[in-house]
């Protein structure tokens, strides 16, 4: 009851000191200034990150001080938590000043490693349900390290519209936390609760239309975290990493599919653009809360989805995938046919 009592007093206090940073003109220094390739029109601070992450890492060290201790004396653990706190630190700064695309990206796959080679989390092997065992040999650290950079990377490309990230992260988070605690694993259950709390403060204030964005600051980090901590789900045995592929899958699909059609027309992948699906359906009309509804949706189907995935035998695994794999190809015919429908009205109009 303590433990969950702190987790509530998390949420509360990432909800007070958004309030704070918004409100507080000296505070919240970094803004994020719409341009043509914003879905804002007026500058809103982009430091809700330091709600959250601050929230949730004093959450954490209230928890070791009331909890069992050795819970957290893992070394996943102390490296998951370092490179977080790495990212924070590196991801402020670029908020408030700018920094290199080479130079976050060498810090991200220096944070990516230490997680890999640091706390010996790795994915070896991949589940093919109804279809064997695909083992990755000696290329699985290099492998995993460069899929805990992109998730980094996506959960970033994907927090460009109100209330999305902030929402995701409620749901992702919150579903890890429960898969973690039912598992018997206590401390990832712990840090994906206090990420989802904390996160839910500041969300009350990121619905559209936002009061204050979490930046890169928020966005860098949570991404680094979703991954690190399904690396250590997945190295406990309490699933294989198709589960926190269909957690995430909302952002995993979108980020991907646009990076793969931006990076094949000969474009530079790491400009901001307004590509994702959910930019091209809010520019083709769409509200912005109808479009994070939908985005919503998706985020409780396939986080359900993941949930049934667990304890599914090998057979309803295979169709639940092959099921998703076909969801998201209608869901890109989907948009395409929208923006086409919108092309049309806007001519018939002129």
Not at 43 to 70: E, F, K, N, Q, Y
Not at 101 to 112: N, Y
Not at 129 to 149: D, E, W
């Amino acid at each position: 009851m303590l433990m969950l009592g702190i987790v509530v007093g998390v949420g509360i206090l990432s909800f007070g000191a958004t309030k704070l940073l918004y409100s507080t003109v000296s505070l919240s220094g970094a803004r994020d200034h719409p341009n043509e390739r914003s879905l804002h029109s007026l500058p809103v601070p982009r430091t809700g990150g330091v709600a959250i992450l601050g929230s949730a890492m004093l959450g954490g060290l209230m928890l070791m001080a009331v909890g069992p201790a050795d819970v957290w004396r893992t070394p996943s653990t102390g490296w998951i938590c370092g490179m977080t706190l790495l990212l924070v630190t590196l991801s402020f700064w670029d908020d408030r000043t700018g920094l290199s695309p080479g130079l976050r990206l060498s810090v991200q796959m220096l944070a990516a490693a230490g997680v890999v080679w640091g706390g010996s989390l790795q994915v070896s092997a991949v589940d093919i349900p109804a279809g064997g065992v695909l083992v990755l040999g000696q290329g699985a650290p290099i492998v995993t390290a460069l899929l805990l950079a992109w998730m980094t990377n996506l959960y970033n490309f994907m927090d460009g519209m109100d209330g999305l990230a902030g929402g995701m992260t409620v749901v992702g988070f919150g579903i890890l936390s429960g898969l973690s605690w039912i598992g018997g694993l206590q401390d990832l259950a712990l840090m994906a609760a206090l990420v989802a709390a904390a996160t839910g403060g500041f969300l009350y204030f990121n619905l559209p239309p936002a009061k204050i964005f979490m930046g890169d600051v928020g966005s860098v980090p949570l991404g680094f975290l979703a991954g690190s901590l399904a690396l250590k789900g997945i190295d406990a045995g309490l699933f294989d990493p198709w589960v926190p592929l269909l957690i995430f899958l909302p952002f995993v699909i979108d980020s991907t599919v646009t990076f793969c059609r931006r990076l094949f027309r000969g474009e530079k992948v790491w400009r901001a653009h307004r590509e994702h699906w959910y930019q091209r359906l809010v520019l083709a009309g769409w509200s912005h809360r109808r479009t994070l509804w939908t985005e919503y949706a998706l985020m409780l189907a396939s986080g359900m989805s993941a949930v049934l995935y667990v304890h599914a035998t090998d057979l309803v695994r295979a169709e639940i995938l092959l099921g998703w794999s076909a969801i998201c190809v209608m869901l890109a015919w989907a948009v395409r046919v929208t923006e086409y429908r919108a092309h049309n009205r806007r001519r018939a109009s002129e």
